[in-house]
DNA sequence: CGATGCTGGCTAATCAGGTTAGCTTTGCGG
DNA sequence: CCGCAAAGCTAACCTGATTAGCCAGCATCG
């Protein structure tokens, strides 16, 4: 029997094709196994279990991602920066159905490759900010409403939460529009 | 041995606030049993097996958060009422953390309470808008950006995605705001 | 070239959770 | 008081995760 030849970052890939594939919650050691051609317990030589897994591949699909909103940041600004970056994401999530969920969740503070894709995806959102003149408190607030606006109509749409799939699109820019407006208010209350 | 006289109401509220309190993704056949005081399988005499629960669940839930959401709403116009309402739909995830992803769940068409319910939701923060001025394509683009500013908040905020939990309440207040201004000049591009 | 040892992969066994089948018995309606 | 619908039970099986311990491929070193 001549061995498959595993590493790490092979089944991590892997598995990140496979949740695209058959969907975040469908992502099981077993299933991951069978498509690598090894037994299920082999994969315990890579990887410290289920959970485990679930932070690699978290790690890689932030990584991923914070490199996509990067590239489409660069070189915009303002309002074409800021719609460049949404489309960035929403294509990532559209792209990739199985790894975005991986990306919400928190960082693994013991694996500095997690904190450091973390970093840089949030920091590509605030670079952005930055180029409406929002610091301190200011892109903090606005950093979490782009955020949670990006995010939020995401995960709704990846559901089917929204009825009709028709005119998403049309929604979606009209979203990030209004975030440009808000963005140039800012901040929106007197607080 | 005397019965415990369950039902389905029983046994589905019951698993609301077993969720609420270990977590909707801890919620199990088994762990609910054994606070019902019976045997697994017993449940399945009041519910056809977990999916069947969780979509009783999600039905309860968005029962619920409506109306919450439209009593948080009532007789409120304009800014107050988009407040009052997004304020109402915050506590309720954070009041109910096990019941909230519920809500998130496509309501099931075969089952009238749970499509009654989601409709009622929709049509709270349908009305708000309507406050606005708001109808036809841009109170259904309007609504959707509700939504996912609304939704996407308070799910980051569940994970612990914000980093520190100081300033939450500051940071969800001007993206309200920011929405209020929004919604006053809707459509925000000239599409 | 052959011994050696690291390590990738395997089988077996255990555990948790879900599901189905089929039996028992409660307790209400007549 | 009787009958029977249904509530609850036990037993059995399935999938998935995990741990323990064995075996063999292969690179390295003498």
Redesign the pocket.
């Known amino acids: 029997?001549?061995?498959?030849?595993?590493?790490q970052q092979t089944v991590v890939r892997e598995a990140a094709r496979l949740a695209d594939e058959v969907g975040y919650q469908q992502l099981?050691?077993?299933?991951l196994a069978s498509r690598l051609?090894?037994?299920?317990?082999?994969l315990?030589?890579?990887v410290?279990?289920?959970?485990a897994l679930a932070q690699k591949l978290s790690a890689l699909a932030t990584a991923e991602l914070a490199t996509e909103l990067t590239t489409a940041a660069a070189g915009r600004a303002g309002g074409d920066g800021l719609r460049a970056m949404a489309d960035a994401y929403r294509d990532y999530a559209r792209r990739h159905p199985g790894r975005y969920p991986a990306t919400q969740q928190v960082p693994d503070p013991n694996d500095p490759e997690h904190v450091e894709a973390g970093e840089r995806a949030v920091g590509a959102i605030f670079a952005v900010l930055r180029g409406y003149g929002l610091t301190g408190d200011d892109a903090v607030d606005a950093t979490r409403a782009l955020r949670s606006a990006l995010h939020g109509f995401v995960a709704l749409e990846a559901e089917g939460g929204f009825g009709l799939p028709r005119e998403l699109d049309r929604s979606y820019h009209q979203l990030v529009a209004s975030m440009d407006i808000s963005f140039r208010s800012w901040p929106a209350s007197a607080g």
């Open positions: 029997m001549p061995r498959v030849g595993l590493n099981t050691l077993a299933a051609g090894v037994a299920l317990p082999s315990y030589k890579h410290r279990g289920a959970d």
